[in-house]
Nanobody, 124 residues
């Protein structure tokens, strides 16, 4: 079992930045690939970014490429999402997820554990 707790969400103006954190506890964090997803009101939960167990490889949705950066610190059992140049369309609840694999994936069904989410609101 892995427990995930997100933090760092909030209200920011368009063009601003936020850094989300996801603290993991339970099983060995470095055995898991990690992902960030988001869900806007009335929409499906969508993939944002993912990172392999080592942190050497990352992958991003086209909508956030060049603006968001995913990273992890296995010693601190934490994964981060640095979000820059935020846009109103980035407004959503952001979730981190853990996948019991060393490889990352973009499909939410491939992830085994989820956090409770943190709200990000970008005003225009």
């Amino acid at each position: 079992q892995v427990q995930l707790v997100e933090s760092g969400g909030g209200l920011v103006q368009a063009g601003g930045s936020l850094r989300l954190s996801c603290a993991a506890s339970g099983r060995t964090f470095s055995n898991y690939a990690m992902g960030w997803f988001r869900q806007a009101p009335g929409k499906e939960r969508e993939f944002v970014a993912a990172i392999t167990w080592s942190g050497r490889n990352t992958y991003y949705a086209d909508s956030v490429k060049g603006r968001f950066t995913i990273s992890r610190d296995n010693a601190k059992t934490t994964v981060y999402l640095q979000m820059n140049s935020l846009k109103p369309e980035d407004t959503a609840v952001y979730y981190c997820a853990a996948r019991a694999s060393w490889t990352m994936h973009t499909q939410k069904a491939e992830y085994d554990y989820w956090g409770q989410g943190t709200q990000v609101t970008v005003s225009s």
